[in-house]
């Protein structure tokens, strides 16, 4: 009962773990480095590209120091968004509105990219 318990649940925690990734740091030949980091927010975003940064620096005992930080909006048209989210605010419920102001929003949004060195 148990074993079938954790073959059912190991391979949801991997898709969970995994599907929830949004950061990736790539070497480069001259020693410095560069974080992709994508959320549905700029903030967001960016304070995931430094904390992943921060941290792979740490793991080399050394500090983390960014040297270029690239940021675009790749989501919906703004404009448009704002324009479906008034039109939707207008026909749902009042206690509906606050569950699903964002429901236009994705995790890919934003996309920050930072160089950064290990000091």
Request: charged content about 20%; hydrophobic content about 40%.
């Given at each position: 009962?148990?074993?079938?318990?954790?073959?059912?649940?190991?391979?949801?925690?991997?898709?969970?773990?995994?599907?929830?990734?949004?950061?990736?740091?790539?070497?480069?030949?001259d020693?410095?480095y560069?974080?992709?980091?994508?959320?549905?927010?700029?903030?967001?975003?960016?304070?995931?590209?430094?904390?992943?940064?921060?941290?792979?620096?740490?793991?080399?005992?050394?500090?983390?120091?960014?040297?270029?930080?690239?940021?675009?909006?790749?989501?919906?048209?703004?404009?448009?968004k704002?324009?479906?989210?008034?039109?939707?605010?207008?026909?749902?419920?009042?206690?509906?509105?606050?569950?699903?102001?964002?429901?236009?929003?994705?995790?890919?949004?934003?996309?920050?990219?930072?160089?950064?060195?290990?000091?």
């Amino acid at each position: 009962m148990v074993r079938n318990f954790l073959v059912t649940l190991a391979p949801m925690v991997f898709l969970l773990w995994f599907g929830c990734a949004n950061t990736q740091i790539i070497a480069r030949a001259d020693g410095s480095y560069m974080v992709h980091s994508t959320s549905s927010s700029e903030s967001y975003a960016l304070k995931g590209a430094v904390n992943d940064a921060e941290a792979h620096c740490a793991k080399q005992g050394k500090r983390f120091a960014m040297i270029n930080q690239r940021t675009q909006y790749q989501g919906m048209d703004k404009t448009a968004k704002g324009v479906i989210g008034a039109v939707g605010a207008l026909t749902r419920k009042d206690s509906d509105y606050y569950s699903q102001r964002n429901s236009m929003d994705t995790a890919e949004d934003y996309k920050v990219e930072l160089d950064f060195v290990c000091k």
